[in-house]
């Protein structure tokens, strides 16, 4: 954490993660009761109180959230959690809601159990129309966009793409912080950069970096996107995402509250974008073909694919004498220039496997998880 105190108050923070995302529950089986969820709306901002029954085994959970939501997108920017409930000896340690298309989706994620309860509900049409803040965020955040590029084109460096889903990631951190009161990677739930892209854009593969930023006291679009700019230029880590050479995209979301500035850069070097569905579960032995869409900045040549098995012991031979150790590593099956699928079987081992990709026969930790029994 980094702290500097110019003529406004600013608190700073940056990451660069190489950890793999956490592993996603399966889905527990069953109806979902949403008889008793109620919805209390007001301007851009919906109370919602529930109570979830499985059908399967009769548990129940109760929850209070606050639901934020984006006037342009429909799309949530936090919800958050009374507290933590405790049920049949289960305590719930995690959870999310988002927004999309006009229907909420809740997901509680249990600890003891390991698995997901997910329900949703069409909410119908949003009147979002007194927004103010929003608009004004938007604009600091394409203010943001330009001033990045502006630094790095000056230093003969490619500019950055923008990418909705990273700009997604990074307006749900800023509403949790601005929620929550605090300044961090990681949020109450003990969920850092990797955690947010495993559950908010699950089929990237690329690293991911992330600045944020806490701001006070500055007025006006230009000069508050100026501040930022400065004092992440300012540190030495901030400056290195910024400039990085690795990165391709970016991802800015922004939130206002009164004199108080929350900003989130998420970069990444996407790699490729995962275009089937992630399975849910699959059994051990069992053949599946992934579908990819290459993304890369440089000659998917280049690209390298690796699998990481849940049996550390499991070979993969590259020759008679040579071989990977608890890893594989697969040739993707290109069709076109962009286009690419991996058939995989998943037969080293019950439980997690990882797949990750990089380029010269290196890979990041951030991975895409399948659940393998």
Not at 214 to 233: C, F, S
Not at 310 to 321: A, G, T
Not at 331 to 358: H, Q
Request: glycine fraction near 6%.
């Amino acid at each position: 954490m980094v702290k500097k105190i110019p003529s406004a108050f600013v608190l700073f923070i940056l990451i660069f993660t190489n950890s793999c995302a956490r592993v996603p529950s399966p889905a527990i089986t069953g109806q979902v009761d949403l008889s008793s969820s109620s919805f209390i709306f007001s301007e851009n901002r919906i109370e919602k109180t529930e109570q979830i029954t499985n059908n399967v085994n009769s548990n129940t959970i109760s929850t209070t959230s606050q639901i934020n939501y984006d006037d342009k997108s429909k799309i949530l920017s936090f919800a958050k959690k009374s507290n933590d409930i405790v049920t049949n000896d289960v305590q719930v340690t995690s959870g999310f809601t988002r927004i999309e298309s006009n229907t909420v989706t809740s997901k509680v994620i249990k600890k003891n159990n390991d698995f997901s309860l997910s329900v949703k509900k069409n909410l119908g049409n949003l009147d979002t129309s007194n927004i103010s803040d929003v608009e004004f965020a938007n604009r600091i955040e394409d203010l943001i966009f330009q001033k990045t590029n502006t630094e790095r084109v000056k230093r003969g460096l490619q500019p950055l793409k923008i990418d909705k889903n990273l700009a997604k990631i990074a307006r749900i951190h800023n509403d949790n912080m601005q929620n929550k009161s605090f300044v961090s990677h990681t949020d109450q739930f003990g969920m850092e950069p990797a955690d947010r892209k495993e559950m908010f854009y699950p089929n990237l593969l690329g690293s991911m970096g992330e600045n944020i930023f806490y701001l006070k006291g500055v007025k006006g679009d230009d000069a508050i996107a100026e501040e930022l700019l400065k004092g992440w230029m300012e540190s030495e880590g901030h400056r290195e995402n910024i400039l990085s050479l690795d990165f391709t995209h970016i991802g800015i979301g922004v939130v206002v509250d009164d004199k108080k500035v929350y900003a989130t850069q998420n970069f990444s070097d996407e790699q490729a974008i995962l275009t089937t569905s992630i399975p849910n579960e699959v059994n051990h032995g069992e053949e599946v073909n992934l579908s990819f869409k290459f993304v890369g900045n440089f000659d998917k040549k280049r690209l390298s694919v690796f699998v990481e098995y849940p049996d550390k012991n499991e070979k993969f031979y590259v020759s008679e004498h040579q071989y990977y150790l608890g890893y594989g590593k697969y040739e993707p099956v290109w069709e076109g220039s962009d286009k690419f699928s991996l058939n995989l079987k998943f037969d080293k081992g019950k439980g997690l496997y990882k797949i990750r990709t990089g380029k010269d026969a290196s890979f990041y930790e951030e991975c895409i998880n399948i659940q393998v029994n």
